[in-house]
T-cell receptor, first 110, second 113 residues
Framework: QKEVEQNSGPLSVPEGAIASLNCTYSDRVSQSFFWYRQYSGKSPELIMS????GDKEDGRFTAQLNKASQYVSLLIRDSQPSDSATYLCAVARYGQNFVFGPGTRLSVLP | DTAVSQTPKYLVTQMGNDKSIKCEQN?????MYWYKQDSKKFLKIMFSYNNKELIINETVPNRFSPKSPDKAHLNLHINSLELGDSAVYFC????????????FGPGTRLTVT
């Protein structure tokens, strides 16, 4: 079983819709969870971090964490064409480094 | 103003050559990393340094050698380059501790011919 899994996509949503990106992880003692956005040819850019169960909102972005289900998601409200990118989920636990998922490619259609 | 910078941005070289990539961060972070992103876009940790000391060395050929002259700099030297080394290499930094968010440099695209 891969440590961090994401649907590779592409996930296509119309402009203005909610994009829902999902990530599951295998290590039950994982403690920190991150979402990064990577445009083609660019470096990963941190969008959100979440450390405890529940929702965390920042502008149009909401991260959701459910440690019991080993699941973290990212919702993007009012999706814009500029949100089209690959979204990487990263998971960390104390004493070990980040493990990145393979990324989900999001395409927001005008 | 750049938080994490890398040089060069592009590197084209022939098999068997030795090359270096430099990284600098001005965020005051204690921990720096090297990642490799291959053609399938999978991002994998190579090395992690905390206050100039190596703390993680994933399974990486010993042709790759990181050097940290101070906690703001982490360089990557690659000996005897192979075709399979072609990838984008990212430097990143974070406040001390593996649980903190990491900030990435712009990347160095290495092409070995």
């Amino acid at each position: 079983q891969k440590e961090v899994e994401q649907n590779s996509g592409p996930l296509s949503v119309p402009e203005g819709a909610i994009a829902s990106l999902n990530c599951t992880y295998s290590d039950r003692v994982s403690q920190s969870f991150f979402w990064y956005r990577q445009y083609s040819g660019k470096s990963p850019e941190l969008i959100m971090s979440i450390y405890s169960n529940g929702d965390k909102e920042d502008g149009r972005f909401t991260a959701q964490l459910n440690k019991a289900s080993q699941y973290v998601s990212l919702l993007i409200r009012d999706s814009q064409p500029s949100d089209s990118a690959t979204y990487l989920c990263a998971v960390a636990r104390y004493g070990q480094n980040f493990v990145f998922g393979p990324g989900t490619r999001l395409s927001v259609l005008p | 103003d750049t938080a994490v910078s890398q040089t060069p941005k592009y590197l084209v070289t022939q098999m068997g050559n030795d090359k270096s990539i430099k990284c600098e961060q001005n965020l005051g972070h204690d921990t720096m990393y090297w990642y490799k992103q291959d053609s399938k876009k999978f991002l994998k940790i190579m090395f992690s340094y905390n206050n100039k000391e190596l703390i993680i060395n994933e399974t990486v050929p010993n042709r790759f050698s990181p050097k940290s002259p101070d906690k703001a700099h982490l360089n990557l030297h690659i000996n005897s380059l192979e075709l399979g080394d072609s990838a984008v290499y990212f430097c990143a930094s974070s406040p001390s501790g593996g649980l903190n968010e990491q900030y990435f440099g712009p990347g160095t695209r290495l092409t070995v011919t």
